[in-house]
């Protein structure tokens, strides 16, 4: 048997950084995916194989492996061990998600591999998926917020800690714009660490005005008021800027789409990575010549699913 999942990428709208101190955050899943494929072996070791390469270790929690197939061991391990007639595994991965550029990559594959991995044994709860999920993502990023596990599993657009779905009452026409530059999440959560222990108050204030301006977006969505939700966008890099997970490069991009975009910000942990842009439908082409040449972009549309999992008898 064949257990397949695949999990959305997703964007952060508002609230990166601050959340991992305790405020809220909207985030939403979009249209690109990680695809994982497991399959029981007789083989006695746990093999997966991705774009990253391929690795075959025995069946033994205390293995290193590399940091970006932690996750993975982790998981297989855990269930191994919890299900005793298992002689090995093979894990697949196909992604469609960029890596390393604030787009949930690693917490994408964390969602689809629980589903996949734990598909062979039993079908989890969405609550239990999720737990587990972040388990493995934390053996690469302990101080992980849980928002990124929670959007890729349940899908759409949340206000999280809330799991409800966001109903956005107007299109959110999203150019996501990388910048090639890749980042280190739990670097630049460290740096933000840093930042909080110097100027205690000056944070403390921060997450006081990411709080309220979450509230703020919440009733301009309720209003259908895509201006002001432009506006806020720009607001919320405002703050990014000030807890330093901004650069030169992040801010030419930001600036070079502000004729056409309605609010523009980095999405993800920056100093690095992706920003995204509202804009409107008639400027849409207009964004590509726009942005240096060797930056990438493309529209993204919110994904509803969240996570997916099917089994395939052979
Ligand atoms: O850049 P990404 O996709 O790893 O997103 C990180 C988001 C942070 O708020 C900085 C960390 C977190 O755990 O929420």
Redesign the pocket.
């Known amino acids: 048997m064949k257990s397949i999942a695949s999990a959305p990428a997703k964007i952060?709208l508002f609230g990166?950084?601050f959340?991992?101190h305790g405020t809220k955050?909207i985030l939403a899943a979009i249209d690109k995916r990680v695809t994982v494929t497991s399959s029981f072996t007789d083989n006695n070791t746990i093999k997966i194989n991705s774009e990253l390469g391929t690795i075959e270790v025995p069946i033994s929690s205390s293995y290193e492996v590399k940091s970006e197939f932690k996750p993975f061991i982790f998981l297989a391990n855990k269930m191994i061990i919890s299900n005793q007639n298992v002689n090995g595994l093979e894990i697949t991965i196909d992604s469609d998600i960029p890596i390393g550029v604030?787009?949930?990559s690693?917490?994408a594959c964390c969602v689809a591999a629980t589903a996949s991995i734990s598909g062979l044994f039993k079908e989890l709860s969405s609550e239990e998926s999720l737990r587990m999920s972040i388990e493995a993502e934390k053996t690469i990023?302990p101080?992980?917020?849980?928002?990124?596990c929670t959007v890729c599993t349940y899908g759409g657009m949340i206000e999280y800690p809330s799991i409800e779905k966001i109903d956005n009452t107007f299109d959110l026409n999203l150019v996501i714009a990388n910048s090639m530059i890749p980042?280190n999440?739990k670097n630049?959560?460290e740096k933000v660490n840093k930042f909080k222990e110097k100027e205690f108050l000056r944070f403390s204030r921060l997450c006081e005005l990411e709080t309220k301006l979450i509230d703020e977006v919440i009733t301009t969505m309720k209003n259908n008021d895509a201006t002001t939700f432009g506006l806020k966008m720009s607001e919320n890099q405002k703050y990014l800027e000030e807890i330093q997970v901004s650069n030169d490069t992040l801010r030419g991009m930001i600036s070079s789409l502000k004729e056409i975009s309605l609010g523009t910000k980095i999405t993800?942990?920056g100093d690095g990575?992706c920003i995204i842009a509202l804009v409107k439908d008639e400027n849409m082409d207009k964004v590509p010549a726009l942005l240096p040449k060797d930056k990438e972009c493309f529209s993204a549309k919110i994904d509803t699913k969240g996570v997916v999992w099917s089994t395939i008898e052979e």
């Open positions: 952060i990166e950084h959340v991992v955050a604030g787009l949930g690693s917490s990023f101080d992980s917020s849980g928002a990124d980042h999440t630049s959560v993800g942990a990575g």
